[in-house]
């Protein structure tokens, strides 16, 4: 995949909220994951991705098109999250359906990777609802992602 050298990654600030409330709106309204609700300005999740510094955004000219959030979280002796072990629990990844397949979503991923790994976090985990599960799942495969449970519904 070629990346478009004209995407911007960089850490989101106070100034992105509004972009990315508006991203988590077009998200919902989409329709391509089952029981998103978009965050909204004030939502703790919002706040909380602000503070911990796993927060990034892809933006070009035309402003913000992209973010992603991640929450670091301590293990509770799981196989995939030992017991005290650190790990990156990544919360969203959202790319403006206009700016998919240009390699922003990969950026905002290795922007979270790098952060965590840059702090000694080796592990991280993803869930998705994502209705294109085979396409999300490739995305993350190519992360370095494996899958360890599928959970369906009827």
């Known amino acids: 995949m ?5 995407y911007l990654v960089r850490p989101a600030g106070t100034d992105d909220v509004r972009a990315v409330v508006g991203l988590s709106k077009l998200w919902a309204d989409e329709g391509c994951t089952i029981g998103y609700v978009a965050v909204k300005e004030g939502d703790k999740h919002l706040q909380s991705w602000l503070d911990g510094g796993y927060f990034f955004v892809g933006e070009v000219e035309c402003g913000v098109i992209a973010y992603a959030a991640g929450v670091v979280k301590v293990g509770k002796n799981a ?15 959202f790319v403006h359906i206009d700016h998919r397949e240009k390699g922003v979503g990969d950026r905002l991923m290795e922007a979270l990777l790098s952060r965590s790994e840059s702090e000694g976090i080796n592990r991280s985990m993803v869930g998705s609802n994502n209705v294109d599960w085979l396409r999300t ?12 449970s599928i959970q369906m519904y009827k």
Do not use: K, N, S, T
């Open 79 to 93: 196989i995939f999250e030992p017991d005290g072990e650190r790990y990156l629990d990544v919360h969203e990844v």
């Open 2 to 6: 070629a990346v478009d050298p004209g």
């Open 137 to 148: 799942y490739r995305f993350y495969e190519r992360h370095g992602y494996g899958m360890f």
